[in-house]
Structure formats: C-alpha cells, structure tokens
C-alpha cells in the first residue's frame, strides 16, 4: 500500500547538459513543454521542468500506470490534478493527491494516498530591501498580529527573518492544499508554534492551527529544513469519518539526482535541438540578483 510521498530536488545546482535538457523536454507534455520555453531565465524553467518530472514520476511509480499516458491538467487557480478516470485503485488509494512547489534553490513534491495534501518550499532571503526591517514593514500584511508578536520574540534580526518564513511557508502550504491560489485573505488563518526551531533531518508536527480564530484540529502541518536556509511544510487534512487522534507518520524529503528524476521516464516526443539551444542562451538569474542570503 502507497504510503507518503517526500520528494525534494535542488535544480538551482543543476546545470543541465544539452543530452539531460533535451530528454526531460520530450517527457513532458507539449503545453507544460511550450510554457517552460517561455521563462526567461534558466532557473524559472528548471525549477519548473522539475515540478513536471517530478509528477509524472510519483504518478507513473505510484500507481505503476504508463508514463507515456498521464494526462496532466491545472485548475483555474493552478493546482495540479490527473485528467486520466479510473487509474487509482480506491481500496488503497482513496484519495490520491499530490502537491508540488519550488522557491530558491529547490523543487519539491508531496503526495498522499488519502488525506488532501499541499506543499510549499521558502528560502530564506529578504528580496529586495536593504535591511530586514524595512523588509518587514512591506510584508506587514501578510501575518496575524499574534505571527507578528512570535516574530519580534526572536533575539536576532536573522532568527526573526527565518520565523517569518516559517509562518509563510506554513500558510502557502494551506492555501496549495485547498487550490484557492492568491484569493485567501492570510488574516484569516493563524499558527500558533510550539517548538520554536525547525531542525534539518526532523518533522516537527506541534504547530496549531486557527482558522477565523478558532482551532482546527483537522489539519496537521509537517514541517522540516531541507539545509540551512530553506523551509518546507506539508498541510494534510484529514479525511471525514478519520479520528482526530489518527495523523500520517512524518516522512522526511529524500533528494533526488537528475537520473531518479527520470528512471521511469518514456520520451512523449522526437528530439527537438532548437528547444535546447534556446535554454542554453538564457542567463541562469536576472543580472544583480543574489544568489544567497543576506
């Protein structure tokens, strides 16, 4: 029987060779093919050529169905969903669903055979503004009072920086979950931690959640480090009829290579040098960008 799914892949060290390039774009579909050509810079189509593989891996694996006929669509907000009927078996997989995102250097996936599960990954950086205050001041909107008060509870400008990931990267996590995109006002949903670090290698799962102020216990929210400066959380919700003392066992993201990407990889298209040359003109980032923390 599937169990969790934790899959991580760090395409900012990734320089794809023309032979890799070539390979990943004819085992994607032609429009998720089209839509990564399009991306300026080298690491928004990594991050999320990725995405694509990734998917298709966890489905083609998974469910042990052919590569070559998963049909992939998005809903109207961007969540990823199976067009194909019929393909999982709903004795053991009686909600299969699965969650991908990438931010900084990283690209992950999440997938669950039963509970509603999203995924978000956040780097730690502040974008664009000289100084982390003047950072916070910016995204001031984004959390609750209360995330604020845990925040500036931190004894370093550092330490308030990472718990201001740690709280966006729990509420991107809900909001991938139910595929409502950008339409959430983020006042409304609230975490209360109670372990104060969040450790590379451990889950910590004792975070609570209030939803228009009150607590929800149907979630849970696993959350960990990939390295040093990267967040990751899964929300899981609990199916209807599941006791409320019944949770997923915490899984920690096993990192893949470019070759785990596609081991089970069938080539949908010919080869097409155009769309590697192409890549290979584009710089990796905008120029001036950082490419670390402050």
């Given at each position: ?41 080298k690491k928004d189509g990594k991050a999320s050529m990725v995405g694509r593989l990734l998917i298709r891996k966890v489905v083609a694996e998974t ?232």
């Amino acid at each position: 029987m599937m169990g969790s799914v934790r899959w991580a892949f760090r395409f900012g060290s990734w320089k794809p060779t023309q032979a890799e390039w070539t390979l990943a774009s004819r085992c994607i579909q032609q429009e998720e093919k089209d839509k990564i050509g399009k991306f300026v810079f080298k690491k928004d189509g990594k991050a999320s050529m990725v995405g694509r593989l990734l998917i298709r891996k966890v489905v083609a694996e998974t469910l042990t169905f052919p590569w070559k006929e998963i049909s992939l669509a998005r809903t109207e907000k961007g969540k990823p969903y199976l067009t194909n009927e019929n393909i999982a078996d709903p004795d053991f997989f009686p909600n299969f669903n699965f969650n991908a995102s990438h931010a900084g250097d990283y690209t992950v996936l999440a997938a669950e055979p039963e509970w509603l599960c999203g995924v978000d990954v956040m780097k730690v950086e502040a974008r664009g503004t000289p100084t982390i205050p003047e950072f916070f001041r910016l995204m001031k909107r984004q959390l609750t009072y209360h995330e604020w008060e845990v925040i500036q509870a931190e004894d370093t400008e550092w330490k308030q920086l990472e718990m201001f990931y740690r709280f966006w990267c729990l509420k991107e996590s809900y909001i991938k979950a139910i595929g409502i995109g950008l339409g959430l006002d983020l006042q409304t949903i609230e975490f209360h931690p109670k372990t104060r670090a969040v450790q590379q290698g451990m889950v910590t799962t004792d975070t609570k959640f209030y939803l228009n102020g009150t607590l929800d216990t149907t979630w849970d929210f696993h959350e960990s480090k990939l390295d040093d400066l990267h967040f990751v959380c899964v929300a899981l919700k609990r199916p209807n009829g599941v006791l409320a003392d019944v949770h997923v066992p915490t899984s920690i993201f096993k990192e893949h290579t470019f070759v785990d990407l596609v081991s089970s990889a069938q080539p949908l298209f010919p080869e097409d040098v155009l769309y590697w040359e192409e890549f290979a003109k584009k710089e990796e980032r905008p120029r001036g960008q950082r490419t670390d923390a402050l």
